[in-house]
T-cell receptor
Framework: NAGVMQNPRHLVRRRGQEARLRCSPM?????VYWYRQLPEEGLKFMVY????????ESGMPKERFSAEFPKEGPSILRIQQVVRGDSAAYFCASSPGTGLLGGYTFGSGTRLTVV | DAKTTQPNSMESNEEEPVHLPCNHS???????IHWYRQLPSQGPEYVIH???SNVNNRMASLAIAEDRKSSTLILHRATLRDAAVYYCILRDRNNQGGKLIFGQGTELSVKP
């Protein structure tokens, strides 16, 4: 039973390019959460999605960032026109959703470096 | 979700017990206490959670004060692999699918 799979593990982009980060939740999990961790800082919530729906995007920057979780396939976090300040580790977590008060499962993250 | 307060850092010796405290004086009756940890260069990992009674699992024990305003994560025998940032998080049981809010956590270092 594979855990949460994130790819790529490392991503290097030049300023102005687009970054696409992928997250495949655990089997049977329909809820996905994205977090960002800047160097030497804590984990900041970005967005919470269910299949085909954005539930809570209160942590998403208003511009350049978007997320989706289609009916088929992984969840995608997309960053357009990246800037140096976007360099961070991006973590995805999944859960089965309601009825569970146990743990969320996190992936190993994608480390984005903007040069 | 209510706020938690943890020490910024703690040190431990290998093979000794570690007690990681967490204060949550504004906890509500429907808040569960969750602990996660983040090892270097990895994503967070669920450790344990509880409501009122003390809890044990293969990773750790959770001791909850009678008034629930504080709790302690106990690692019975610290190993070098336990060096991580430990996060204490409150989750409302009426918001089961909601996001986790991470504070600064406690950075635990383990000396050989």
């Amino acid at each position: 039973n594979a855990g949460v799979m994130q790819n790529p593990r490392h991503l290097v982009r030049r300023r102005g390019q687009e970054a696409r980060l992928r997250c495949s939740p655990m089997k049977g999990h329909s809820h996905v959460y994205w977090y960002r961790q800047l160097p030497e800082e804590g984990l900041k919530f970005m967005v919470y999605l269910q299949k085909e729906n954005i539930i809570d995007e209160s942590g998403m920057p208003k511009e350049r960032f978007s997320a989706e979780f289609p009916k088929e396939g992984p969840s995608i976090l997309r960053i357009q026109q990246v800037v140096r300040g976007d360099s961070a580790a991006y973590f995805c977590a999944s859960s089965p959703g309601t009825g569970l008060l146990g743990g969320y499962t996190f992936g190993s993250g994608t480390r984005l470096t903007v040069v | 979700d209510a706020k938690t307060t943890q020490p910024n850092s703690m040190e431990s010796n290998e093979e000794e017990p570690v007690h990681l405290p967490c204060n949550h004086s504004t906890i509500s009756g429907t808040d569960y206490i969750h602990w996660y940890r983040q090892l270097p260069s990895q994503g967070p990992e669920y450790v344990i959670h509880g409501l009122t009674s003390n809890v044990n699992n293969r990773m750790a024990s959770l001791a909850i004060a009678e008034d629930r305003k504080s709790s302690t994560l106990i690692l019975h025998r610290a190993t070098l692999r336990d060096a991580a940032v430990y996060y204490c998080i409150l989750r409302d049981r009426n918001n089961q699918g909601g996001k986790l809010i991470f504070g600064q956590g406690t950075e635990l270092s383990v000396k050989p």
